[in-house]
């Protein structure tokens, strides 16, 4: 029996009346049998009362080539294979981006190997919408809303599952994740962007065949690295703590970057380490990064930078692989040279895992190393004897990593926790105070600072040099001037670098 709920559950659908939804009422006027339907996650997300700009549609008891010709008048369409019966649609004057119309569908998997091009795809226009929601993968994307009669349909108990705020599949979940491996990563990432939990039986699945992530068939990945990096992206960026959380318990970690997991039981010297191991201190700076304290120091908009959470999961990932003990002959509990191992194992694991794949982010395997690399940049250079170049270099030369670079040390500061209780941000603070002085030097509306008064060609043309090693020392040279007030003409800059030749 079909489970609908009628005019007693309202949706918010004025969206429809906007100029670019408009050909729906000119298709139901066309074709006096048809039907057509808001579905999956459209319906998710105009239920938990979120802003709709654009959605997707099932439309029934119209032919495919009939439904090509009506859409092509009423914008550009593409019919994508036929086989899906699916059609790309971007309505006349519209600012949208392509939306999917489809005809009803059956997909079956053909091998329930988990690739999800492995299923035979069936399109009818004469389908029941019930029977294209089951092929669906979580109850809460398996509702469809029938625009004509204003009816939610709700075959599989979706409504009840948003109300209770979990995660479920469409019928056992072991074989929704066999039909497409894939779903267990959108699983974890429904629960990060929805803050809902994963209901038990679909948890206990994903626990079991998570290995199966990594599987190949005929050489090839049954799930693409490109969709992994996608969905870890979209993840950590929502819900770091969360994420962090169920690839752990889920052994998504195991799977696709095992080399963190020896940041567990890995320990650290209690006089500065009183929050425990390396592991609950990185789960500890996903705590920071969420914290009230955070945004208000940082002014932290909802969503975080990809750059940034990757680098703090992995700023001390080189710990348990260069850790020393007394036992090892060391004065104490030593990780030298951990930031320099720890950026070498984040760029193979970052692209490893294609994680500048995604268009969605910006995101560079490169910055997220160098943070990790340098992260120790304070203790090692003391912010009060740092030169301004060096500041400049990590700071202003690229204005977002400056910005992540600068969070990141915040966080692992406030996440080290020594025996006195308190977080000791004194050489942050340093930092700041010195960030604030070269920033009287930046143009109006700029990130970056003032440019170099002395250029190589200036030193070169002016002293009769030849280009070497010496000139980019020289360029430094008053390039450290400049940064600090002493020159600020060209002028009193070649005259300072006559003093250095």
Known sequence: ????????????????????????????????????????????DILLGLEINDCDFVV???????????????????????????FKFKPKNSDLIDFDIALPRTEHSLNFRGVYKDFKIQSNPKLEIQKDLARRDFTINAMAWDVKNKILIDEFGGLTDLKKKIIKTVGKPQDRFKEDYSRMLRA?????????????KTLTAIKKLMPHINDKVKGERVVAYEVIAKELLKSFTTNPIKAFDYFDKTG????????????????????????????????????????????????????YDSELVMAVLFHDLGKPYT??????????IRFNGHDA?????TREICTRLKLTSPSDF???????????????????????????????????????????????IFIDASATVPKSGKADMNLFNQLTRRLKQLEKLQPKNK????????????????????????IGKLIAVAREAQLAGKIKTKKQGLAYIKKHL
């Open 1 to 44: 029996m079909v489970k609908t709920t009628k005019n007693s559950q309202k949706l918010n659908v004025s969206f429809l009346r906007r100029n670019p939804f408009l050909f729906i009422d000119k298709l139901l006027k066309k074709f006096k049998d048809g039907e057509v339907y808001i579905v999956g996650g459209s319906v998710r």
């Open 60 to 86: 029934r008891n119209v032919k495919a080539k009939d439904l090509e010709k009506f859409l092509a008048t009423q914008g550009k369409v593409n019919l994508v294979g036929k086989r899906f019966g699916v």
């Open 188 to 200: 974890i990432r429904f629960s990060c962007q929805l803050g809902f939990k994963i209901e038990l």
């Open 252 to 303: 998504a970690f195991k799977t696709l970057m095992p080399e963190i997991l020896k940041m567990k039981g890995c320990p650290q010297p209690t006089n500065w380490h009183t929050e425990g191991d390396v592991w609950v201190h990185t789960r500890l700076g996903f705590e920071i990064l969420s914290s009230n304290k955070f945004k208000r120091r940082f002014s932290q908009k909802d969503n």
């Open 323 to 332: 850790i020393k003990t007394p036992k090892d002959g060391a004065d104490r």
């Open 341 to 345: 191992v720890g950026a070498k194992m």
């Open 362 to 408: 910006n995101f560079s395997c490169d910055n997220v190393a160098v943070m990790v690399g340098k992260h120790m940049l304070l203790v090692h250079g003391r912010p009060k004897e740092m030169k301004n170049t060096t500041i400049e270099k990590y700071f202003f030369k690229d204005a977002r990593m400056g910005e992540n670079f600068l969070k990141l």
């Open 447 to 470: 990130k970056t600072l003032a440019k170099p008064i002395i250029t190589g060609h200036d030193i070169m043309k002016t002293y009769k040099l030849k280009q070497g090693k010496n």
